[in-house]
Structures are given as structure tokens and as C-alpha cells.
């Protein structure tokens, strides 16, 4: 579906104004959503689609996961959690999970962005080299 830059712009508003301290307020856009259904605005159908998508990137980028070949410590789960706050900011949800493929190492994602410093990635970097 082509959605017009005036939709573009009224869901783009909509996601700014659902925004408290720069982090999404849940209660904010459930209200929103519900103004807008209710109201029904010429175009409601592609603004609420821009402001989804809007929402699914945000929180896309507020998720981090981390995994690791084993059960990690707990101070290693703080100390993981501080530098991602350090270099993300505060307000992420982290999620820790293990995953024996990795062999050893850990592999974090957050968004988009992915560092994998575990031993499959060196290995499949090696194969690849040769």
C-alpha cells in the first residue's frame, strides 16, 4: 500500500507525540491509536500504518539480544548490560539467551547492529579466507 506524505507526516506526529523523555510511552499510544479510530481522519488507515511501522523500528531498536555458548554470570550480565546502556542509552529491554552453535564467545544485537565475537563467526571468517 503507497502511503502519502501527508500520512507519512500525521504518523510521524503521532509517534513524536506518544514519546516522554525521548522513550515511547505505552498508555500514550494506546490512547493515540484510540483517538484515531475513533475520530476516523481522512487517510486514518495509512497514518496508523506509518505509525505501526514507526513503532515496530523503535522498539526494534530498543531491543538488544544477547546470546552466549553458556549460561552467563551475573556479573557478567551487568557488566554486558552497562556497556550497552553506556554506548545505546538507558531504556533498552536486553535479552540474554544461550546458544551452543556460537562455541564460545557472545554475539549481540541491537536493532540492526550486530557484534559477534564468537568463535563460530572466526570460523566461518577463516573458511572464507581460504
Do not use: W
Not at 33 to 56: C, D, E, N, T
Amino acid at each position: 500500500m503507497k502511503i502519502s506524505k501527508q500520512a507519512r507526516r500525521d504518523g510521524k506526529s503521532l509517534f513524536n507525540n506518544c514519546k516522554v523523555n525521548g522513550l515511547l510511552d505505552e498508555n500514550r499510544v494506546r490512547q493515540t491509536v484510540s483517538a484515531v479510530i475513533s475520530q476516523k481522519p481522512r487517510g486514518y488507515v495509512a497514518m496508523l500504518s506509518h505509525f505501526q511501522r514507526l513503532l515496530k523500528l523503535d522498539i526494534d531498536r530498543r531491543t538488544a539480544r544477547v546470546e552466549n555458548a553458556v549460561e552467563s554470570s551475573p556479573a557478567l550480565v551487568e557488566s554486558i548490560k552497562a556497556q550497552i546502556a553506556k554506548r545505546y542509552g538507558s531504556g533498552l529491554n536486553v535479552q540474554f539467551a544461550t546458544n551452543p552453535a556460537l562455541i564460545g564467545g557472545i554475539r549481540v544485537q541491537v536493532g540492526s547492529d550486530v557484534f559477534d565475537g564468537s568463535v563460530r563467526a572466526r570460523l566461518n571468517e577463516l573458511a572464507e579466507s581460504m
